[in-house]
């Protein structure tokens, strides 16, 4: 589905790709051993969760998939990042695309600390999506969005506020859905769903945060849509 807010793909691989499958769908880049050669500029971008919150930097679910598919993955999360915090000439995308400042694929996390930490609303997490989704798109990436959903895993995540969830942000994870759809944003479902309330894959004492088989399960979740 092509919208106006979706920018021209990229020059080398994704122009031949934009003739060969719509954006609405899930572009196969990994299993092609000559356009994966060709695809050198991955960005992860986004908060713990691709941060990898008390985790070693090869712990992640960055370099993991980063192994799997043979390509560098320049990890530039920062713990706590909200989507307010990305914005802006002094936020986290700006900083983030000093250091590569034409990434081809960006692959991200993102939103869970704006209802967790800041009890923003769905409508203002949106709107900041949006941008963020738009600063990289009109740098010429595909924007990868990893989601999650912690309205439907509320019971399961030990927070003061997760009881909320269901009450202010109960149509949250498609209110996303739909947003990625409209920006040509590929979409990458649920990829906590079984790891949340799994103690075997979460940080010891924690409800929030993968370990190390956590990240490698979401590694592989996004390897499959990728």
């Known amino acids: 589905m092509r919208t106006k807010n979706r920018v021209p793909s990229l020059y080398s691989f994704w122009l031949i790709i934009l003739f060969i499958v719509p954006w609405a769908t899930n572009a196969n880049i990994v299993n092609d051993a000559g356009q994966r050669e060709q695809v050198t500029k991955i960005m992860a971008f986004g908060d713990s969760l691709t941060y990898g919150f008390n985790l070693a930097r090869n712990q992640t679910y960055a370099t993991n998939l980063s192994e799997t598919i043979g390509i560098p993955i320049v990890n530039l999360a920062r713990n706590g990042l909200t989507t307010q915090q990305s914005l802006g000439n002094n936020g986290q995308i700006s900083q983030a695309l000093n250091v590569m400042p034409n990434p081809e694929i960006v692959i991200m996390t993102l939103s869970g600390n704006d209802i967790m930490n800041d009890r923003r609303s769905t409508g203002a997490i949106k709107n ?19 989601a999650i959903d912690p309205v439907s895993n509320w019971r399961k995540i030990n927070h003061p506020v997760s009881f909320l969830l269901p009450i202010f942000w109960g149509n949250y994870y498609q209110q996303l859905k739909n947003l990625a759809d409209e920006m040509g944003v590929v979409f990458v479902p649920r990829t906590l769903q079984g790891i949340w309330g ?21 590694a592989d979740r ?5």
Do not use: K
């Open 222 to 226: 996004i390897y499959n849509v990728l």
């Open 198 to 218: 799994n103690q075997q894959l979460l940080l010891p004492n924690d409800s929030i945060p993968p370990n190390v088989a956590g990240h490698q399960l979401m």
């Open 128 to 146: 900041n999506l949006r941008q963020v989704f738009r600063a990289f798109q009109e740098r010429g990436a595909m924007v990868v969005f990893v």
